[in-house]
């Protein structure tokens, strides 16, 4: 290099090719920036194709079980990034976890309600939609279950880009009710089930709804507006924290843990009062220490509800492992089981490779498909503190125990997003309360100004009506979706 190239005229050349160099960088990082989680995905996704390759070893049917592998992949990859926004979204919202933080508890407890207990006995058919016996050769059911798979994967993902959280259950439901419409005639169809889980939709938001707004009705009038808040507040929230434990006790018994604890309803409703009983008495010295020189305002009682709200988040994503990783599984075991033993008319037992493809398979959609549901559920809807998130989540539970004693279907998605509504709403309708009982207080001139006398709306009804559209459209979409899948899948196999 001679001494020209060090002259100012090349220096300044010199210093714009690094320019230009430097905003290609940035430029190509930008672009490629929102190709890395899809990336990542398609990985796990091949991977687990791969997966079940490796341990299915060579045979006529490895290449039908390893696309099913690759559906349920994608499906739990589609769970991941819906269904859990709903236990960690108020969380979030209420500023009691980061995002970082929301994601890793989930991820653990969502593995752990999986792998730990979420090996349930799943049938072959979901929710008893489509009669086995309607689908006449294993071949037909295998395409129907492939079908229903996918079809309803592709409608949780679309749901998720639009910003929409649905019930995934509904979405596996109505993909098997296409399919079976479709491989056997509209009379292999439970349309008795079905109707049952269109009156969910109704059910399920409006009891999540009357519950949380109940427990911050509650909430409000025996410690926000007492004139000593924090006296108040060490009577009363030992009392709430002891009426979520022993709901989440009674909770995870029936829902996340049938298959290690064999119980009747009577006695986890015993067991849960028991913990209730022993959570309160704990947490009586405890909220003592944690009030001890807090101010008497409202920012105060936060921190009394802080703790209790990450556990009850963790303690909502294990039953939701538990619970809803059949959603991506439970299709693929029972097409596991189709192609190796021919049978497709009995119970499915989730074999183990299978529950780790549905179990990483949620952890991973969380991590990279997960932020922006959470910030939607958690900010987007209404605005929510520790004491609205706490009252959304022991709804969740709450309610998901009523329906069960009263034999109700719900949808867990549906449960927590109408307790949002319902917070929401009773904030509206509070605010208009105490806005009458300041006027009746304080006259004033007749002419107020309109922005004044319009009611203030706390709730977004954008996302109102578009999370009802899709909770509404999302059985016969999936349904429709299945069908033509399922005709195309057994043309080409044909």
């Known amino acids: ?48 194709g791969l997966a079940a390759a490796v341990l299915l070893g060579q045979s006529g049917e490895t290449l039908i079980v390893v696309t099913a592998a690759v559906f349920g992949a994608y499906m739990a990859l589609n769970i991941g990034a819906n269904d859990v926004a ?11 976890l980061s995002m970082g933080g929301a994601i890793v508890i989930a991820a653990v407890f969502e593995s752990a309600g999986a792998l730990i207990a979420g090996a349930d006995v799943v049938s072959t058919v979901a929710k008893g939609i489509v ?124 829902k996340g843990l049938r ?38 305002r409202n920012k105060s009682l936060k921190v009394l509800f802080g703790i209790p709200l990450v556990a009850s988040a963790a303690l909502l994503s294990f039953a939701h492992g538990a619970n809803d990783v059949a959603n991506a599984v439970g299709p693929l075991a029972a097409i596991v089981q189709a192609v190796q033993t021919g049978d497709f008319s009995g119970e499915v037992t989730i074999p183990l490779w299978v529950m780790l493809i549905g179990a990483f398979g949620i952890s991973f959609g969380l991590s990279l498909f997960g932020p922006r549901l959470i910030r939607m559920v958690g900010s ?29 279907p719900v949808s867990s998605t549906h449960i927590a997003v109408g307790a949002i509504f319902g917070v929401g709403f009773f904030r509206e309708w509070d605010a208009e309360r105490r806005l009458r009982q300041a ?13 004044e006398r319009r009611r203030r709306k706390l709730v977004r009804r954008l996302h109102v009506l578009t999370i009802a559209a899709a909770w509404v459209v999302t059985v016969p979409a999936a349904a429709m979706l299945s069908a033509i899948l399922f005709l195309v899948l057994r043309q080409i196999a044909a």
Request: aromatic content about 8%.
């Open 439 to 451: 006027r009746m207080a304080v006259p004033r001139p007749a002419d107020l100004p309109a922005a």
């Open 380 to 408: 987007e809807i209404t605005r929510l503190n520790p004491m609205r998130a706490y009252c959304v989540a022991l709804s969740a539970a709450i309610t998901v125990i009523l329906a069960s004693a009263l034999g109700l």
């Open 131 to 254: 009669a086995p016996e309607a689908l006449d050769t294993p071949a037909t059911f295998v395409w129907a279950m492939m079908a229903a798979l996918l079809a309803s994967a592709l409608w949780v993902n679309l749901a998720t880009w639009i910003g929409a959280p649905v019930s995934t259950t509904h979405a596996v439901v109505g993909g098997v009710m296409g399919a079976g419409m479709a491989g056997a005639g509209l009379g292999a169809v439970s349309w008795e089930q079905m109707a049952a889980i269109a009156a969910s939709w109704v059910v399920s938001p409006l009891l999540g709804g009357v519950v949380a707004a109940g427990f911050l009705w509650f909430i409000k009038s025996r410690i926000i507006y007492r004139e000593d808040k924090i006296a108040a507040a060490r009577i009363w929230v030992p009392v709430l924290v002891g009426i979520m434990a022993g709901t989440f006790a009674a909770y995870l018994v029936m």
């Open 1 to 48: 290099m001679s001494d020209k190239d060090f002259e100012p005229r090349h220096l300044e050349t010199l210093d714009r090719d690094l320019g230009r160099f430097a905003h290609i960088e940035a430029a190509t990082a930008y672009i490629a920036r929102p190709l890395v989680a899809p990336g990542i995905g398609l990985v796990f996704v091949i991977l687990a």
């Open 86 to 96: 709903n236990n960690m979204g108020p969380a979030v919202g209420a500023n009691a």
């Open 259 to 296: 298959q290690l604890v064999d119980i009747s309803m009577g006695a986890a409703l015993l067991l849960g009062l028991l913990v209730g009983l022993g959570c309160w008495l704990a947490m009586i010295p405890v909220t003592r220490r944690q009030s001890a020189g807090l101010e008497n």
